[in-house]
């Protein structure tokens, strides 16, 4: 642990420039630039909400505020860990020349996803305003459902990066992965009745539902579930101490593969 510290230090500058470059590349020869990270989110919050407001009934204005918390914390998990994945592939020229910690890569990857994410948040306080779903002191907590994200992302990102330099195929497949997830997250139905049904299990036991559940709560001021905090949180943990032993125990072999 000391010893990664260590490195973070050593390699601070390098890091950073990681971060810029991934946010200059995502954009790269697009007019809005990081505008887009605002308007896309904006765009999908109204026509998930025209489609399944229609279809399911919910004319609250609390509504599209629930979709857009939901669609916001899912994409940030989304782009991360598939940037992670992809990470030491799209960087191999650099690993073939210097030494860098390996680890930088993907990280670097999750990071600037979550400076895109801090920015769209401006659309989510805009869209709460405007739908008279004003903020109270509780938003402050959603810190610590997007700390546990943090950690998730850390993780499973690493494990991804880990099997995406030997498994090319990984990439496809987890896109399939991601739309499992999507569903079982709640974003765009209120997941009361499935809670209660024999399939509640499986919302209950994805960190990533209970994750945008509070972070719904903070946003909507609504109760915040202290057991799925803490549930988001060891898996966080355990997902990065997996996801760093396999990272370590493969690295020397990428330089074989890429």
């Known amino acids: 642990m000391f010893g990664v510290i260590k490195e973070m230090r050593q390699y601070s500058n390098l890091f950073t420039e990681l971060v ?30 025209i489609v399944f407001g229609t279809l399911l009934g919910h004319s609250g204005r609390e509504f599209p505020v629930y979709i857009l918390s939901g669609r916001l914390i899912y994409n940030l998990f989304s782009q991360s860990t598939t940037t992670a994945l992809k990470s030491i592939r799209q960087n191999q ?3 073939k020349k210097v030494y860098v910690p390996k680890y930088l890569y993907p990280l670097s990857g999750i990071v600037f996803n979550y400076v895109l994410f801090l920015i769209s948040l401006a659309v989510l306080f805009a869209v709460s305003i405007v739908l008279k779903v004003y903020p109270t002191v509780k938003m402050l907590l959603c810190v610590v459902p997007m700390f546990s994200l943090f950690l998730v992302s850390i993780g499973v990102g690493l494990v991804l990066s880990s099997l995406g330099v030997f498994f090319r195929d990984l990439e496809y497949l987890w896109n399939v992965g ?5 569903y079982t997250c709640a974003i765009f139905y209120y997941p009361e009745k499935i809670l209660t049904s024999n399939v509640g299990f499986i919302l209950k036991y994805n960190p990533l539902f209970c994750i945008i559940s509070n972070f719904r ?3 909507l001021n609504t109760e915040f579930d202290i057991g799925m905090c803490l549930y988001s949180f060891a898996f966080g943990i355990a997902s990065i101490l997996v996801g760093a032993y396999i990272f370590r125990k493969n690295e020397d072999k990428f330089i074989l593969y890429i």
């Open 20 to 49: 810029r470059k991934g946010i200059k590349l995502k954009y790269r020869r697009s007019y809005l630039g990081v505008i887009w990270s605002m308007v896309e989110p904006l765009l999908t919050m109204i026509v998930l909400t």
């Open 93 to 95: 020229a650099m690993i």
């Open 178 to 182: 991601l739309m499992l997830v999507m």
């Open 217 to 219: 709560s903070c946003v």
